[in-house]
């Protein structure tokens, strides 16, 4: 059965400092994943995935993630943050055959400090 | 075009009573997912319906627990006798269907927040 690790449960950062949010994962067979973000009030929407090819995948809005099949890591990074990234990110796994459910790890609820 | 609508956005019950919870998944989302979030914990996955095919029930909780879909188009979950655990915000997705591509992106709801007293 594949699993999700967040570390962090809560990461402060000031604004326009890096922020590196950590996901781990667990799983026998090639996965998928993905780092979903869900603003304040706002429903959960796809920030990036990783699905073949490069392992280093970006988002609009210049967060990156590299996918390490060694480490079985994810974690997510964005150079330099804005207030507006204050939002709980998720990170998630799905497995490459079945119906491609979610599994999800526990968030990690990123504030940003002016 | 239109996103994943929920209704009702908030649902107060009292233990025992019966719950049901509608979503309108996005126009040609063949699959259609819904997942459970308890306060302080990550998204659990629920059911998973596929166009005719039979839906995977693997992550309801219990039996009191059910949902259908007609063909491709609205799905209700039910839950009977609600108890305390059942609070928590329900989340339905949908997605094209897996023939699409591989890693098809789900789209999310707002969510039902359940509250049984």
């Known amino acids: 059965a594949q699993s999700v690790t967040q570390l962090d449960s809560q990461v402060p950062v000031f604004e326009e400092a890096p922020v590196e949010l950590r996901c781990n994962y667990s799983?026998?067979?090639?996965?998928?994943l993905f780092w979903y973000v869900q603003y304040p009030n706002q429903g959960l929407q796809l920030l990036l995935k990783?699905?073949?090819?490069?392992?280093l995948v970006e988002s609009i809005n210049g967060f990156e993630a590299e996918f390490n099949k060694s480490q079985t890591s994810f974690h997510l990074r964005k150079p330099s943050v804005h207030i507006s990234d204050t939002a709980e990110y998720f990170c998630?796994?799905?497995?490459?055959?079945?119906?491609?459910?979610?599994?999800f790890g526990t968030g990690t609820r990123l504030t940003i400090i002016p | 075009g239109a996103g994943v609508s929920q209704s009702p956005s908030n649902k107060v019950t009292e233990k025992g009573k019966d719950v049901e919870l509608r979503c309108d998944p996005i126009?040609?989302?063949?699959?259609l997912y819904w997942y459970r979030q308890r306060l302080g914990q990550g998204l659990e996955f629920l059911i998973y319906?596929?166009?005719?095919?039979?839906?995977?029930k693997s992550g309801l909780p219990s039996d009191r627990f059910s949902a259908e879909r007609t063909g491709e188009s609205v799905s209700t979950l039910t839950i009977q006798r609600t108890q305390q655990e059942d609070s928590a915000v329900y989340l339905c997705?949908?997605?094209?269907?897996?023939?699409?591509?591989?890693?098809?992106?789900?789209?999310f709801g707002p969510g039902t927040r359940l509250l049984v007293l």
């Open positions: 997705a949908s997605s094209r269907s897996k023939l699409a591509g591989v890693g098809e992106t789900q789209y």
């Open positions: 799983s026998s067979v090639s996965v998928y």
């Open positions: 990783y699905l073949s090819g490069s392992t």
């Open positions: 998630a796994v799905t497995e490459d055959f079945g119906n491609e459910k979610l599994t």
């Open positions: 126009s040609g989302h063949t699959a």
């Open positions: 319906f596929q166009g005719n095919s039979a839906p995977d």
